[in-house]
């Protein structure tokens, strides 16, 4: 999730290693969690990565904006929307709409809606196409023809809290992170460091779980919202 250099214009973006060849900016889709209702409606949390994009130039927010065009729906003037084009088993989806969950860095967190297409029970590979307007150019999916198998992606019970889902995926992004940090040859030869990396861990965690529990009147939703942005940041201080 490490934000890319940033960038002034298109014509400053390189290829690594190759100087003076330019390479377009780009957008990584992943599917994070996918729910399946029993009227074939599906709901997706994506994870959107920019490829060479300052974080600046993710669309901001996905007020009036209905995934159809790079345009807001009461002002064909005003672009700074995604226009989503998505598929199963080849069949385009229907009733599509989004909302923007959150933007940190250059990576950009989606709620997706639509109607499938193909029967629920089924395999199903979807395709997604995402791109939005930069200028007087366009950011597109790096890779819209591949196919995700939704199969794989984990489940949630919650159409109301896709919160929860996308804590539980930073929470294994962040235990990665960890992992990788305490098998470092530092932490391995130094137990002194070590112990106080582990105990400066557990000191977070105790300070997250109490200050999302803090409001008054906490909601599951809410308290999933506040650790997802707690384990962000603190992926973040130990990357």
């Keep these: 999730m490490r934000a890319l250099a940033a960038v002034a214009g298109l014509a400053a973006l390189m290829i690594p290693g190759v100087a003076g060849a330019a390479e377009a900016p780009s957008l990584d889709v992943q599917v994070v969690a996918a729910r399946t209702g029993p009227e074939a409606d599906v709901v997706l949390v994506l994870m959107v990565t ?9 669309p901001a927010d996905a007020d009036r904006c209905d995934g159809s065009g790079y345009a807001r729906t ?10 989503i084009a998505a598929s199963e088993n080849g069949k385009p989806v229907g009733k599509l709409s989004y909302d923007l969950m959150l933007n940190h860095g250059s990576t950009a967190y989606l709620l997706l809606s639509y ?13 997604l196409d995402l791109s939005f307007k930069l200028w007087d150019d366009v950011v597109r999916s790096r890779a819209p023809e591949t196919a995700i198998d939704l199969a794989k992606a984990p489940g949630f019970d919650n159409p109301d809290n896709p919160w929860a889902p996308l ?19 530092r932490l391995t ?42 384990t962000i940041d603190r992926i973040d201080q130990l990357e």
């Design 50 to 58: 920019g490829n060479g994009l300052d974080p600046s130039a993710l």
């Design 74 to 83: 009461d002002d064909p003037q005003e672009t700074g929307c995604y226009r």
């Design 115 to 127: 109607r499938t297409p193909a029967d629920p029970k089924s395999a199903r590979a979807l395709r």
């Design 167 to 185: 804590h539980a995926f930073q929470d294994r992004r962040l235990n990665e992170v960890y992992d990788a940090l305490t098998a470092s040859p």
């Design 189 to 230: 030869t130094d137990a002194e460091a070590r112990r106080l990396l582990v105990q400066a861990e557990r000191d977070w965690i105790a300070l997250k779980d109490a200050d999302c529990k803090a409001p008054l009147e906490a909601t599951p939703a809410a308290e999933d919202w506040c650790r997802t942005l707690r």
